[in-house]
C-alpha cells in the first residue's frame, strides 16, 4: 500500500495524514474521522479489518470523501485483534463495525474480553454494521460511493482486487466467505452510509451487482 503517515491531530479529533503514493509528491489531507469494518473468520477465510477516513471537505457530488487507509488480516484472533488495535490506535479510530448477530456471539465475546484485558485506554467500540444482513446491498453502497467519486482505494490492497474480480454471479451461496474484504469494507461503508456526517444520497432499492469495473 501507499505510505500513510499521522503528522497531526486536532483536540476535535481530527487527524492530518501525509500520504505517500509510489511515485509523485506526497500530499496532506485533514481527516474528520477514522472508523472500522471487520469479518470475522471463518473456516474457509481469515478475519480481515479496514480502516477508512473520512475527509473534512466536501466533493461537488455532495460527498465527505473516504479513503482507505489500512488494511490486514489473519485467521487467528489474538493476532487479527492486536493488529486492528494497534492501527486504530494510529489513526485515533474509535469505531469497529461488523456482525453482532447470535453465528460470531464467541468471536464478539472474544474481542470483548481482548478490549478489557489488553486495549482498556484506547475506548474502542464495537457495534453492529448497518445493512450487515444484505451482502449485496453492502456491495452496491461501496459501488455507490466510487461513482460518485466519494471512495479512494490503493489498488494494491486486498479489497480493491476482490472488487475487480467479482461478478453477479459471485453473489450466490455465502459470497462473505469469499470476499471477506469486501464484506469488511461494507460493514464501515455502511456506517459512512448512515452517519448524519455523510449527507444522504436518495439511491433506488438494489436488485442486482452488475459485473465490471468496480474501481
Known amino acids: ?5 499521522v503528522i497531526g491531530r486536532s483536540a476535535g479529533g481530527g487527524i492530518l495524514i501525509e500520504i505517500s503514493p509510489e511515485e509523485g509528491q ?3 489531507e485533514y481527516y474528520r474521522g477514522v472508523r472500522c ?6 473456516p474457509v477465510s481469515p478475519g480481515y479489518f479496514c480502516l ?10 455532495g460527498r465527505y470523501p473516504l479513503r482507505m487507509l489500512k488494511e490486514g488480516q489473519d485467521q487467528i484472533l489474538g493476532p487479527l485483534f ?22 460470531f456471539r ?9 478490549l478489557r484485558t489488553e486495549r482498556g485506554g484506547q475506548s474502542i ?5 448497518p445493512f450487515y444482513q444484505s451482502f449485496t ?65 436518495w439511491r433506488p432499492v438494489p436488485t442486482e451487482v452488475l459485473p465490471g469495473a468496480w474501481t
Not at 500500500?1 to 503517515?5: D, F, I, N, P, W
Not at 466510487?146 to 459471485?170: F, H
Open 1 to 5: 500500500m501507499e505510505k500513510v503517515a
Open 26 to 28: 506526497p500530499i496532506r
Open 37 to 42: 469494518g471487520l469479518s470475522w473468520p471463518t
Open 52 to 61: 477508512v477516513g473520512q475527509m473534512s471537505a466536501g466533493n461537488s457530488m
Open 82 to 103: 492486536q493488529k486492528m488495535g494497534d492501527d486504530l490506535g494510529i489513526f485515533s479510530g474509535r469505531e469497529v463495525y461488523s456482525d453482532l448477530s447470535e453465528r
Open 106 to 114: 464467541s468471536y464478539v465475546t472474544a474481542f470483548a474480553l481482548y
Open 125 to 129: 467500540r464495537l457495534k453492529a454494521a
Open 137 to 201: 446491498h453492502g456491495v452496491s453502497l461501496i459501488k455507490e460511493w466510487i461513482k460518485d467519486q466519494g471512495l479512494a482505494i490503493p489498488k494494491d490492497t486486498t479489497v480493491y482486487t476482490q472488487l475487480r474480480e467479482i461478478k453477479t454471479e459471485d453473489l450466490k451461496g455465502n459470497p462473505e466467505d469469499v470476499f471477506y474484504a469486501i464484506n469488511g469494507l461494507r460493514y464501515v461503508i455502511g456506517a459512512f452510509e448512515t452517519s448524519i456526517s455523510s449527507p444522504t444520497i
